[in-house]
């Protein structure tokens, strides 16, 4: 057994100011016997009793409710003891030094989740779900929270993870029957099988992807020339003045954020410095920067106008294959053209005026769908990691295909699926490390 579950642990979970209300937390083995202590006799489960808390001379602290969850039906999984009195910070401190003084100790960033998770109650993906629910920066992210909370995101790998294990078993199985005549790893069944697991992945990678955005929101990269509109579009979206607008080229030197919130979407916009050749050393690293923010963006956002068009789409050129392109035709007051969007050659295509606002309302809807807006009731929140070990299944994925279908070698493929297995294994925590653990539980708050 590990050193946490043998100990008890207290923290001060919440607290909402000195006329609030404020939360010691003690989850752990000799719960029953601080409660005892505190309360004077022995609590009722599930109960909120009004009590005196008092220290080891006698001395009343606080008066408050005090509830207590035995094992296994808590937060934990472990007796769970929760204090409820008022938010000062320093009557709450008090209550954590005698719960302290009683046999807790104080309780590590997020060990109260990491609990939650080691004993059953929670796999990783609910665990992180806690965390990004209290981050969560917009509405629909703290929604997207909760449906992974609930399992949702959870139970969408496990069908992925049970039918890859099906497709394993079928490939390990007539490794084993070598004798036989019939050469099972060419029976066509095994290749639709297999097509059947990665469209499953695929569709679950595209979800995934859209939680991500919803959790942490969509990162948009403004580029194009100098003097194109992209400071006019960011404050034209953020609805204040943050860029510096001028009509000398190469104003904007660095990268400019700028967070919002489109009808509880959340969006992060980059207002990058005009790519171009420069003699100016200053403009030339403010360039460089904005190469960078676009390898990092989820969308990037060219704008250009009609008579610079074919020259700014080289712009786009080179770009990660998972980032969006979309192209704004800006400055349509002075070509006297209409407001309007299409799709064609892999590129979206909006036509709008920044200066007059014409147009940017499609832009503002077109995003929100990037984002996550209408991914349905039962979108997910996600993190770059669970991004990255879908992408890592997905290429074991392709090559156990590859090998099956150039030289039958049942062996690698199996190979490839137990490594693809394992990476599934990963989001939900089946198979995980101390240091992953370490990571994701150390980012939390303290009380969780």
Known sequence: MTEHTTDTIAAIASASGAAGVGVVRVSGPAVPSIAQALFGREPRSRHAHFAAFRDGAGELIDRGLLLYFPAPASYTGEPVLELQGHGSAVLLDGLLRRCCELG????????????????????LVQAEAVADLIAARSQAGARAALKSMEGVFSRKVEVVLQSLITLRVHIEAAIDFPEEEIDFLADPAIGLRLQAVRSELAELLRETQRGLRLNDGLRVAIIGRPNAGKSSLLNALAGSDRAIVNAVAGTTRDVLRESLSLDGIALELADTAGLRDTDDEVEREGVRRA?????????????????????????????????????????????????????????????????????????????????????????????????????????????AADVLATRHAGELAAEELRLGQHALGEITGSYTSDDLLGAIFGSFCIGK
């Open 104 to 123: 807790a100790r104080l309780a590590r960033a997020g060990e109260f989740t990491e609990r939650a998770f080691l004993n059953g109650k929670l796999d």
């Open 291 to 399: 190469h960078g923010e676009l390898a990092r963006a989820d969308v990037a956002l060219l704008v250009t106008d009609a008579s610079h068009v074919q020259d700014d789409l080289l712009l786009l050129a080179g770009l990660p294959v998972n980032v969006e392109r979309l192209v704004l035709i800006n400055k349509i007051d002075l070509d006297r053209a209409t407001a309007h969007g299409e799709s064609r050659d892999g590129l979206t295509w909006l036509w709008a005026s920044v200066k007059t606002g014409v147009g940017l309302e499609a832009l503002r809807e077109h995003l929100k769908q990037l984002a996550g807006a209408g991914s349905g009731e039962g979108a997910f929140s996600a993190r770059r990691r669970h991004v990255l070990a879908l992408q890592q299944v997905a290429i074991h994925l392709d090559h």
